[in-house]
């Protein structure tokens, strides 16, 4: 299970701490991404973290703007949400996937399709 929290309703230029509970999988072994889509939008996958060699990636809409760091103890994944614009404003899922294929690890690009669970969303509204 999945469950993304965090959200809420910041002026442009703010920032916002979106969470994700990870249960009911080996957490360590899974790559855990950040998706989100905003009204009359298709999914745009935003950023991941791979929990087996702590490699991230980003999109390059929010490069500089947005960090994700991971807490394997708690099963937590965290997206820090910096210097906010109203385009960023979107319903924000947190999906997650094996992070290793054999012995190699995995990396996907950050399309929805390449993530096999997935968690409720987080509203996100940045006012201008």
């Known amino acids: 299970q999945l469950q993304a929290s965090g959200g809420g309703l910041v002026q442009a230029g703010g920032s916002l701490r979106l969470a994700c509970a990870a249960s009911?999988?080996?957490?360590?072994?899974?790559?855990i991404g950040w998706f989100r889509r905003a009204p009359g939008k298709a999914r745009e996958g935003i950023s991941y973290?791979?929990?087996?060699?702590?490699?991230?990636k980003f999109a390059d809409s929010v490069k500089g703007r947005f960090t994700i760091s991971t807490d394997i103890v708690k099963n937590m994944v965290y997206l820090q949400m910096n210097s906010l614009k109203p385009e960023d404003t979107a319903v924000y899922y947190c999906a997650a996937t094996l992070g290793i294929v054999g012995p190699a690890i995995y990396e996907p690009t950050l399309s929805d399709y390449e993530f096999d669970y997935w968690g409720q969303g987080t509203q996100v509204t940045v006012s201008s």
């Open positions: 009911g999988f080996t957490f360590e072994e899974h790559i």
């Open positions: 973290i791979n929990n087996n060699d702590g490699s991230t």
